[in-house]
Structure formats: structure tokens, C-alpha cells
């Protein structure tokens, strides 16, 4: 029954949004091979962007610019080929590792290329702070790029860029540098195209994540009116502060809408923005259950994730990014031991037919799978992108029906109690009259 109530429904509903995400053309694209890429046999008119993945030349502590490649020079043997998307300190080919702190050039050749196109292409956000040429011109950047932390400035955005080219060979180079992160690279997929199709994946991206942010903020506000007209059960309080940490968290991941709209937004409180729904978002979950069903929720683990989000929430208000940045990992990891213990005792309250437990398993289900794609994604394990938030946008909306449906037979208890023998010996009659007008 559990199975095929539950289980079943998430993991399909799950797959579906997955498969959605991810689109792209069924023809299969061309790969980068040891910094090179042909097109000649891809219509980008007709069969769509393609993702430039592979391995690029990369050249590790040089920064390089197209002059340097202007003429052959033996001294710029690249230190190996890369791959894009990746993390330095991930990597272990050829007997060499790099780490996660440095500075690097990547380099990638785009053969045969359509002379007559306007190209159109979207670059990520990096690790930390590049500087991005195409045939030998500046087409963006995102931050400073540096040789140390104190001549680099950090920064994460989203860009389109649009350009022609003269010639069918294309060269496209990527100064990457970073001194304030856990991990540096191109870890993003960077895409190529036709300008229009390409400018509109960009406007996908953001609109997503703006309806995202729209729907969750609008299920916050409307949990927060139930908790401020009827006061009583602190649950609306709950869901409502995690519906808002969740915004800020979607506006400064993915898309990273807060930088579109706020150019200068200091880095460092986007990755706090980014990393508080692990520590404060766990708590105000686990409290949010806690209330829902205290007959299923040990006070146990509502003190052991109170403890966990006081520790480090303040490394996260203390510590600079480069400390607390390499807690993400082991963070996650509880993240997901505390996510699954949770799990366990609703399928235990499902058994035992307790009343609610199976909307919000269903929905808590659906948000975990979110959370495990989170993880594998921000680590290069899979390449999707970034459910979490599609993930509590489902999980929220099967709640607000929890919520309403508590409140509903809290107003209906207190109307019986009101109008009862027992509630017309409670209050006076004018007492009651004043009541009465005020509903």
C-alpha cells in the first residue's frame, strides 16, 4: 500500500519534472575533444544549442589572453586538458591533482562554425570571478580575475552574450580565478547557439525562477494571515518562515535572479542566503512537523536540529566564505540523515493510519528526491539542474491544504463552542454582541 500510495507517485512525478528540466534536442550534440569541437554537422537553426562539455585545454596558474596564442610559442603547452563542466580539486587525470584555490585559462577551438549566424551563448556562474574572450575580444566577465585573494573580487552570474564571427574557426578562452570558495572551476555548463533560441532559454530560466519565487512567496503570506487572524497554531508559523527562507534561496541560486536585479549584491551574503536553508531550514521543518504530529516527532530530534542550526548558523554569521564554505559537504549530508529519519516516522505514522500523514509524506517524498538531485548536481555527479525549489513549491502546496483544513476545524470548534449551551453561559450578552459584530 505504501508503495504504491506514496512511493510510487513521487518518484514518477519526480522523473517527470526531471525529464523536463533537462530538454534539449534528441539529436545528439558534438562533444569537446581535447580542446577542440567541430559543428559543421549541427543545424543550430533547426536542432537546437549545444552544450559545450568536454575536455579543454586548460593551463594551470597562467592567466592567458589571445595575444599569448597569437603565434605558435612551444612554451604554451597547456598542463593537460580539463573537463567542463568541473572542480579543480575533483580532479585526478594523468597523476596530477589541483587545488581549490589557484587560478587557471581555459582554452576551447569551435571548428567550422556558420559564418553567417548570429551566435548567441550562456555563461554560468564560475569559481569564482572570469573573464571571457571570444576571438580575441572581451564578451563578459563576473568579477575580478586575479593571481591572489587580495587582487580578485568574487562574484556569481548569469550572462548572455551574443557575437559574430568572420571566420569558420571560432576561439574561445576563459580566465577563471579563485581564492574565497571551497571549490573553483568551470563548474557549469556553458551553451552555444543560435542567438534567439539561446536568449530564449535564458528568459526560461528566469521566468522559472521568478513563478517559482512567486508561488512560494504568495503560500508564505498566506500562511502568516492564518497564524496573525487565528493565532493559535504555531505549525502556520513555521511553514511560513521556510516558504520565505526559500525564496531568498531560490533568488540566490540558479538563475541567481538577486544579481539581475542587483548588480553589486555583496557575494558573500548570497552564499549565506544560498547556505542558511541547510542549518535555519532544517530546524524550522523539523518544528513544522514537530507540530503537525507531536505523537510521531520525538522532542529529541526537535532539540538535536535546534542545537545543530544555533552551532552553525553562528559559524555561518562569523566565518568568512573560504572557512565556512568547506562545511557544504558534511552539511548536506546531515541535511539529508535528518530528511530521511523524518521520513521514517510519517511512513511509521502512515502504518498506524494516523490522520495528514499521508499528504504530507507524498509531498515530503517528492521534496527529498529534490534535495538528493540538489546535492549530486552542486557535486558533478549528475547533471540536471536545481530541483529544491520545485521540490518544496509541491511539498508547500500539499501543506497549505494540511493548514487550511487545521484551521478550518479550529474556527468550526470554536463556532460550536460559542453557540453552545456551554459557550452562551461563557459569555455575557453583551459580550456576545460585541463578538458577533466583530466577526
Not at 559543428?39 to 562539455?53: E, K, Q, R, T
Not at 521568478?210 to 504568495?218: C, E, F, S
Not at 516558504?243 to 541567481?256: D, E, H, Q, S
Not at 510519517?346 to 521534496?367: E, R, Y
Request: aromatic share 14%.
Amino acid at each position: 500500500m505504501l508503495i504504491k500510495n506514496v512511493v510510487a507517485p513521487a518518484i514518477i512525478l519526480f522523473a517527470f519534472f526531471s525529464v523536463s528540466c533537462a530538454g534539449g534536442s534528441s539529436k545528439k550534440p558534438p562533444a569537446v575533444q581535447n580542446g577542440k569541437i567541430d559543428v559543421s554537422g549541427w543545424d543550430f537553426y533547426n536542432d537546437g544549442y549545444i552544450p559545450l562539455d568536454g575536455n579543454w585545454e586548460f593551463y594551470w596558474n597562467r592567466l592567458l589572453g589571445p595575444g599569448d596564442f597569437t603565434h605558435k610559442n612551444p612554451a604554451l603547452t597547456p598542463t593537460g586538458f580539463f573537463p567542463v563542466p568541473g572542480v579543480w580539486k575533483d580532479y585526478n587525470g594523468g597523476g596530477k591533482s589541483f587545488p581549490p584555490h589557484g587560478y587557471a585559462t581555459y582554452r576551447l577551438l569551435i571548428r567550422n562554425a556558420d559564418t553567417r549566424l548570429l551566435f548567441g551563448m550562456i555563461v554560468p556562474d564560475t569559481g569564482t570571478a572570469d573573464k571571457v574572450f571570444i576571438n580575441g575580444r572581451t564578451i563578459t566577465s563576473s568579477g575580478i580575475v586575479g593571481t591572489s585573494s587580495k587582487r580578485s573580487e568574487p562574484q556569481y552570474r548569469n550572462r548572455y552574450a551574443c557575437f559574430r564571427t568572420e571566420q569558420p574557426d571560432i576561439e574561445l578562452i576563459v580566465q577563471v580565478s579563485n581564492f574565497h570558495y571551497w571549490k573553483g572551476g568551470l563548474w557549469n555548463t556553458i551553451l552555444l547557439g543560435e542567438a534567439q533560441a539561446v536568449s530564449a532559454e535564458e528568459m526560461t530560466r528566469a521566468a522559472t525562477d521568478l513563478i517559482l519565487m512567486g508561488a512560494v512567496a504568495v503560500i508564505a503570506i498566506y500562511s502568516l494571515t492564518l497564524f496573525i487572524l487565528i493565532g493559535k497554531d504555531p505549525a502556520s508559523i513555521y511553514f511560513s518562515l521556510f516558504c520565505l527562507l526559500t525564496v531568498f534561496r531560490i533568488g540566490a541560486t540558479g538563475y541567481i535572479l538577486f544579481t539581475h536585479v542587483f548588480p553589486n549584491f555583496n557575494w558573500e551574503l548570497l552564499i549565506k542566503l544560498e547556505i542558511c536553508p541547510f542549518y535555519l531550514g532544517v530546524f524550522l521543518f523539523t518544528k513544522y512537523i514537530f507540530c503537525i504530529f507531536p505523537e510521531i516527532i520525538p522532542q529529541i530530534l526537535v532539540k538535536v536540529s535546534t542545537y545543530y542550526m544555533i552551532i552553525f548558523m553562528l559559524i555561518l554569521i562569523a566565518a568568512p566564505a573560504v572557512l565556512y564554505s568547506n562545511l557544504i559537504l558534511p552539511t548536506q549530508v546531515l541535511v539529508i540523515g535528518f530528511t530521511l529519519t523524518e521520513l521514517i516516522l510519517l511512513i511509521k505514522g502512515l502504518l498506524k493510519q494516523i490522520k495528514g500523514t499521508f499528504i504530507v509524506l507524498s509531498g515530503l517524498l517528492f521534496l527529498f528526491l529534490t534535495v538528493v538531485n540538489d546535492v549530486l548536481f552542486s557535486n558533478k555527479v549528475i547533471q540536471t539542474v536545481y530541483l529544491f525549489p520545485l521540490g518544496v513549491l509541491v511539498f508547500f502546496f500539499s501543506q497549505s491544504f494540511i493548514i487550511s483544513l487545521r484551521t478550518f476545524k479550529e474556527l468550526k470548534f470554536n463556532s460550536q463552542v460559542l453557540f453552545s449551551p456551554e459557550g452562551n453561559n461563557m459569555f455575557n450578552p453583551a459580550d456576545r454582541r460585541r463578538m458577533e459584530i466583530k466577526d
